[in-house]
């Protein structure tokens, strides 16, 4: 089903949600027969496969990356490595992706598909928590795509924006987690509201929280006026 902050509820009230999905998903482009087979695998194989991200975020990372020109790129929460090479897939030869995550496991996974992929020598794996990772990596990024541990989306938040040049971007996935941010009532909840409201207050970007799959804020670092 459609997240309902991509339709006009006055003009999407009478369709059938399921349906008008299929159809939206019927009108982007294909997905890449390797990244088709590692999203099978890690909903064979992984633990938690809900995790990964998919074809809808993938495309929409991948015109990011296109559209910054982006050579520099951050990502927080590696898992099974379909957002990451999705990413590399759109970076230019010279570009790289530094990728974070603390599951040898699941990264096993990612590594065996990379090395399928001409693209997955741009993508750096670093097995160790995120913010010691980020604090020893020099700036300035293009783009920060944050996907891990929900409580330390602030702290990454904070850790991240001034490593991002000014017109560059940070996406952070699950803004709307399933609408529980609407009346939060766990600890994972309670943060991501909480997160979506400290960007909200965040004079350093422009953003804006787009209904991809399960919610995706979307930040672009201002420029200096
Ligand atoms: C939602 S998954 C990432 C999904 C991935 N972006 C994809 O497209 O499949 C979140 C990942 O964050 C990782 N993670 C959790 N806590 C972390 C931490 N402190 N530092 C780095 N990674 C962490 C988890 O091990 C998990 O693999």
């Known amino acids: 089903m459609l997240p309902a902050t991509m339709l006009d509820p006055r003009s ?10 299929a ?32 074809h809808a975020e993938g495309l929409f990372l991948r015109a990011l990356i296109r559209m910054l020109g982006a050579r520099r790129v951050l990502e927080v929460g590696t898992f099974t490595g379909y957002s990451a090479l999705a990413m590399a897939t759109g970076l230019p030869d010279d ?36 913010l010691e990772t980020i604090s020893g990596l020099a700036g300035p ?26 017109g560059g971007a940070l996406v952070v996935d699950n803004a709307l987690w399933s609408g529980r941010v ?17 960007v909200t207050g965040d004079a350093r970007v422009e953003h804006q929280l787009l209904g991809i799959r399960d919610g995706l804020m979307l930040a672009v670092v201002r420029r200096a006026a």
């Not at 603390?102 to 001409?118: F, H, L, M, N």
Request: charged share 30%.
């Open 12 to 21: 999407f009230a009478d369709v059938d949600a399921d349906a008008l999905a």
């Open 23 to 54: 159809y939206a998903r019927a009108h982007a482009s294909p997905e890449d027969p390797l990244l088709r087979e590692l999203a099978e695998e890690t909903r064979r194989r992984a633990k938690s496969p809900q995790m990964m991200t998919g």
């Open 95 to 130: 570009g790289e992706i530094v990728t974070c995550d603390v599951d040898p496991e699941a990264t096993t996974i990612a590594r065996t598909y990379w090395a399928k992929s001409p693209h997955g020598g741009k993508i750096r794996l670093v097995l160790a928590p995120a």
């Open 141 to 166: 990024l293009d783009l920060v795509f944050i996907d891990a541990d929900k409580r330390n989306y602030v702290a990454y938040w904070e850790a991240c924006v001034p490593k991002v040049r000014p």
């Open 182 to 198: 609407l009346d939060p009532q766990d600890d994972d909840s309670r943060a991501i509201a909480a997160f979506n409201a400290h």
